[in-house]
């Protein structure tokens, strides 16, 4: 509503109970509060605006506000009713410049990696190599615990039909670690001989369950041959007297009577005989021709065997002096002495060493692996950790064969029917034997 002349006198005659002026501006608003408490002598209660803290960064851009009209009732300002205070127009903000305030101090923010740096690391990612299937297969398949057997572990695995593994038990990572030794991988073809200084203290029977143990774990037969100048019983040992018997006896004469026509697997078998996957060649059973057996001759049939299997067990038996003796040694890469839980069966071992080693087999005598085999299942008068401390320091590894009936009764040498601390040994001296090929 305008303003009219009459209202303006009406105000400076000194009514000041009619309604206050409406102003322009927060000045004139102030000023007529001045008058009113003149004129009534009443203080206006003030209310203080807090001003806001001063940042020491620029602030921001405030727009200008828009110029006035020229026609001061075109514009609608806030007047501040009787008894409030006026405010300062420089700390309150206008609505068109209204700057919210900044507390005094901001949270830190973390920097951001410059553009050098970001292109960097996107130049990194390109060039990383990339993992695939074929190159890296384990980042993409789990891999998956080994599945126990036997016992409660085998147990609980079969009944749950695999949902519960509790993985193998130390008893079995040990078996397994035994089969990883024997199995291993070779290049070229290697030759231990196993020889005493006495008989009938376990050395055929050793090279039997070591050779069908061989066979067992490894993926290529092994071959064993005998060698024993006094009628050797290799073979029955493996197969058993009677089929043994019935079979065409090919001996090692025959082999070397022959042995020019052979130059295929399929014609060496034809003298061969076949323990399972444990090959073997029969020793000559003729009394007369049994010890005719020469060096020269040994190392003819090595070289022939050496063609086709890469791990061969000689049978030497008993003495270190035969003919056939020379040739073995030298083309023996490692040796098992047998020996057993007497006083004198390791009397022996000890002096078939040192015999070794003073007649140029230094090296195989200190590779050597001692064997005690407790096949007559001597008193316990015996002290056998005696016997075995008196040997342990001169050879390579010392291995004992627990007494076993399967083994004691000179007959039908079988995995099947032999204890599982007979296997056992078995296993470790099998383990022992590969370990000095590699």
Avoid at 105 to 130: D, I, K, N, Q, Y
Avoid at 159 to 175: D, F, I, K, Y
Avoid at 404 to 411: F, H, I, L, N, P
Wanted: glycine share 8%; proline share 8%.
């Amino acid at each position: 509503m305008p303003i009219t002349p009459s209202d303006v006198a009406d105000t400076t005659a000194g009514n000041r109970t009619a309604r206050p002026l409406r102003r322009n501006s927060w000045a004139e608003a102030a000023e007529a509060a001045d008058e009113r408490k003149a004129a009534t002598g009443a203080n206006p209660v003030i209310r203080q605006v807090p001003t806001a803290p001063h940042q020491p960064v620029s602030p921001p851009t405030v727009a200008a506000p828009a110029p006035a009209p020229s026609n001061p009732a075109q514009q609608d300002p806030e007047v501040p009713d009787e008894g409030t205070a006026a405010v300062d127009s420089s700390v309150v903000p206008t609505r068109r410049s209204a700057v919210p305030a900044v507390p005094e101090s901001a949270p830190a923010v973390p920097a951001l990696p410059g553009r050098a740096a970001r292109s960097a690391s996107r130049a990194a990612a390109l060039t990383a190599p990339t993992p695939d299937f074929i190159n890296s297969p384990g980042l993409f398949v789990r891999e998956q615990k080994p599945r126990p057997v036997g016992g409660l572990r085998g147990a609980i695995y079969t009944l749950t039909g695999g949902g519960v593994n509790l993985g193998p038990s130390a008893r079995q990572r040990e078996e397994d670690e035994l089969a990883r030794r024997i199995s291993r991988q070779l290049q070229g073809s290697y030759n231990t001989a196993v020889l005493s200084l006495k008989g009938g203290i376990g050395k055929t029977s050793t090279t039997v369950g070591v050779g069908l143990t061989l066979a067992e774990f490894r993926g290529d037969p092994p071959c064993a041959i005998d060698a024993n100048p006094d009628s050797g019983d290799l073979v029955e040992r493996a197969l058993g007297e009677g089929i043994y018997q019935q079979q065409s006896p090919r001996t090692i004469t025959d082999l070397l009577r022959n042995i020019e026509s052979i130059d295929s697997l399929t014609a060496l078998a034809r003298y061969m005989h076949h323990a399972g996957r444990l090959h073997l060649i029969a020793g000559e059973q003729d009394p007369e021709v049994s010890d005719s057996l020469t060096a020269e001759e040994y190392l003819r049939i090595r070289k022939l065997i050496s063609g086709y299997y890469s791990v061969a067990l000689t049978d030497c038996g008993t003495g270190v002096t035969h003919n056939a003796m020379k040739g073995i040694l030298q083309s023996a890469d490692n040796l098992i002495i047998a020996a057993g839980y007497a006083v004198s069966g390791a009397k022996r071992a000890r002096s078939t060493l040192h015999w070794l080693a003073d007649h140029g087999y230094e090296e195989l005598a200190r590779n050597a692996i001692v064997v005690i085999t407790d096949k007559d299942e001597v008193s316990s008068r015996v002290d056998k950790d005696a016997i075995e401390d008196h040997l342990a320091g001169i050879c390579r590894q010392l291995i004992a064969v627990p007494h076993d009936r399967g083994v004691a009764d000179g007959d039908l040498v079988t995995l099947d029917v032999l204890r599982p601390e007979t296997r056992r040994a078995y296993r470790e001296i099998a383990a022992a034997i590969v370990d000095g090929y590699v």
